[in-house]
Every structure is written in structure tokens, then in C-alpha cells.
């Protein structure tokens, strides 16, 4: 790759098209599904929440914002190369988180991370993505946790009651960049590469 070349990957032009772009570690199918069922059952014939797809029940680890598509490869390749060889997190539900506190607009799965291994990962992640200048950390710590439902506009949350969730632990699958593409019955998310983890 010339010299030019090298500076229009890291540099694009800002006509360039763009996608909006998250990194997220994915759980086990039939963990998700689980989680899912169980998130249903706690929500059935509520008016004022709207469950996020079970494809969206992920754990965040970076969300980048809006990125040119030709970064796209290169994300992907920073991503693996962060991850390779690290160990799946094992993660476990503990409860239900509304966020903000008063007046929540969404309502969150707080995750139990053994041996901050998700922590770690993220940093990783984090990490590698900075370097290239593609991510700004937040500031806050990171928060390993799965969105459950928003709360629909213009309406005002009840608390979160039902059954406690799943009691299992899960290893995490795989982390996966995604592109997000919103729409107005919700967010669709493209999966662009995907990143194994041992164990």
C-alpha cells in the first residue's frame, strides 16, 4: 500500500458513506433465547416499554458512532487481533436495572462478571480502537450489561416486576462487530465480522 494510500484508510474524505458502528460480545444462542422468554414473561401486557429485539441482547463494548465504510475491514481486523486467544467471559444475570434511576428510559440486566473478564475484554477492545484514533473512551468505568426494553416515548415507566431472571452462567460466544441501522420499529443490527473467544 503506497504512502497515499495508507492516509486516505486512516484519513477518509468526509464525503465518504458512513455506517453507524458498535463492537458487542455476543452470548450463546441458546442463552439468549432463554433470556429473551424470560424477558417476555416479565413484560407481557405492558403499554409502556418496548422489548429490544433478541438479536439486540448483547453486551456493548464499544459503540463508535457514525465511521466511514472503508474503515469497515480495518475495524474488523483491530477487533480480532484485541480478542485473539482471550477467554470467553462467564457472566451471570443478577437484576434489573431501570436508567436513568427516576425516570428510566430503558430498563437494563445488571451481568455478574467472573473474574472481570469482560472488563478485560472491553479494555482490549477499547484499547486497540484508540490507538487507530477510531474510538474515544468513556469516560465513566465500563458496565458489563444487556438492554432489555426501552421505554416508549412520552410515557412515564412502572418498576420492573416479575420473575427473577435465569440463574445460569453463560460464556460468552464471540464478539461482533455490528452496523446499526435505525428504523422506526427499532434498530437493525448487520453483523460485519465476528471475533471467536477461547473456551
Known amino acids: 500500500m503506497s504512502a ?6 486512516k484519513h477518509p474524505r468526509p464525503g465518504s458513506p458512513r455506517a453507524r458502528l458498535f463492537v458487542a460480545l455476543d452470548l450463546p444462542g441458546d442463552a ?12 407481557r401486557g405492558r403499554e409502556d416499554v418496548r422489548p429490544v429485539a ?7 463494548l464499544a459503540f463508535l458512532g457514525y465511521r466511514p465504510e472503508k474503515e469497515i475491514d480495518r475495524i474488523a481486523e ?9 477467554t470467553a467471559p462467564r457472566l451471570r444475570a443478577r437484576d434489573v436495572k431501570p436508567l436513568p434511576p427516576r425516570r428510566p428510559r430503558l ?7 467472573q473474574g472481570g473478564e469482560a472488563v478485560a475484554l ?6 486497540a480502537l484508540e490507538t487507530e484514533r477510531i474510538y474515544k473512551p468513556e469516560k465513566r468505568p465500563f ?10 416515548r412520552n410515557v412515564r415507566a412502572a418498576a420492573w416486576e416479575g420473575p427473577a ?12 462487530l455490528y452496523r446499526s441501522v435505525l428504523r422506526p420499529q427499532g434498530a437493525l443490527y448487520e453483523p460485519l465480522g465476528v471475533a471467536s473467544l477461547a473456551g
Open 4 to 9: 497515499r494510500s495508507e492516509r486516505e484508510a
Open 32 to 43: 439468549r433465547d432463554e433470556l429473551a422468554r424470560w424477558r417476555d414473561d416479565a413484560i
Open 54 to 60: 433478541p438479536e439486540a441482547l448483547h453486551v456493548t
Open 78 to 86: 483491530l477487533m480480532a487481533s484485541a480478542v485473539t486467544e482471550r
Open 107 to 113: 430498563f437494563a440486566l445488571d451481568l455478574h462478571d
Open 122 to 127: 472491553q479494555s482490549a477492545v477499547s484499547d
Open 143 to 152: 458496565w458489563p450489561h444487556i438492554t432489555l426494553a426501552r421505554v416508549k
Open 165 to 176: 431472571p435465569p440463574a445460569g452462567e453463560w460464556r460468552a460466544a464471540a464478539v461482533t
